[in-house]
C-alpha cells in the first residue's frame, strides 16, 4: 500500500494543476475573443456596354523626329464652272529651331589656386565672398591632407570671367586659370 505522504503527495500534485488549469478562466472575467477578419479581393466585374473600350498605344518619342510637317490643303470651287474644284497644296516649312545651349558644357570658373593648408583655402574664399565674389572651396569638407581648390563662378559667360581676372589678381595676388566647370567634378 501507499503511505500516507504518497496520497497527501499526488493530491496536491492534482489540487495544483486544477488550479493552474481552472483558477485563471475563473477569474479572468469576460474573455474577449478576437477573430481575424479577412477581406476578400472582389472578382472582376463584368465591364457594361456603357464602358468605353480603351486602346494600348505605342509610346510616342518626343525627341525623335517626325515624318513630315502637315500640308495644308484648300479646296476652291469657280464660279464659271461649279462641277470643277481646284485643289491647292502649299507644304508649311518646318520651323527653325533655336539652338539648344548646354549649360553643363558652357559653364566656367576661375581657379585661384590648390592649397595644402584648408584653413588658408577657407580664409581666402571668404575674404572673397565679402569682395563679392562667389568663391568657393572644393571639395567643401576636406580631410587631413586634402588637396583644397578655391575657385570663383561658375559662370556661363567666359568674357564676364576674363573681366574679373585682373581684379582678383589685384585682391589675392593669385594668377587665376579660366576652366571649364563640370557639376560632377567641380
Same mark, same amino acid.
Given at each position: 500500500?501507499? &503511505? !500516507? ?5 499526488? /493530491? ?6 486544477? $488550479? ?8 479572468? /472575467? ?5 477573430? #481575424? *477578419?479577412?477581406?476578400?479581393? =472582389? ?14 498605344? *505605342?509610346? @510616342?518619342?518626343?525627341?525623335? *523626329?517626325?515624318?513630315?510637317?502637315? @500640308? ?10 461649279? #462641277?470643277? #474644284? ?26 585661384? /589656386? @590648390? ?10 574664399? +571668404? ?14 569638407? !576636406? ?9 570663383? $563662378?561658375?559662370?556661363?559667360?567666359? &568674357?564676364?570671367?576674363?573681366?574679373? +581676372? !585682373? ?18 567634378? =567641380?
Amino acid at each position: 500500500m501507499s &503511505s !500516507p505522504f504518497q496520497r497527501r503527495l499526488v /493530491g496536491t500534485i492534482i489540487l495544483v494543476a486544477i $488550479g493552474v488549469i481552472v483558477l485563471p478562466d475563473v477569474f479572468d /472575467g469576460k474573455k474577449k475573443h478576437y477573430q #481575424e *477578419e479577412f477581406a476578400s479581393i =472582389p472578382i472582376k466585374p463584368e465591364l457594361s456596354k456603357d464602358v468605353e473600350q480603351f486602346e494600348i498605344q *505605342e509610346p @510616342v518619342d518626343f525627341d525623335a *523626329e517626325l515624318p513630315g510637317e502637315p @500640308v495644308e490643303v484648300t479646296i476652291e470651287s469657280t464660279e464659271a464652272e461649279p #462641277e470643277k #474644284e481646284v485643289l491647292h497644296i502649299v507644304e508649311k516649312k518646318p520651323a527653325v529651331e533655336a539652338p539648344k545651349i548646354d549649360y553643363a558644357k558652357s559653364a566656367w570658373i576661375i581657379q585661384l /589656386g @590648390v592649397f595644402r593648408n584648408a584653413d588658408n583655402a577657407q580664409n581666402l574664399a +571668404l575674404k572673397l565672398r565679402k569682395q563679392g565674389f562667389q568663391a568657393h572651396t572644393f571639395p567643401k569638407e !576636406p580631410q587631413k591632407g586634402d588637396l583644397v581648390r578655391v575657385a570663383v $563662378g561658375p559662370d556661363i559667360s567666359k &568674357s564676364d570671367l576674363e573681366k574679373q +581676372l !585682373p581684379k582678383l589678381k589685384e585682391i589675392t595676388g593669385l594668377n587665376g586659370q579660366l576652366l571649364k566647370f563640370t557639376p560632377l567634378n =567641380p
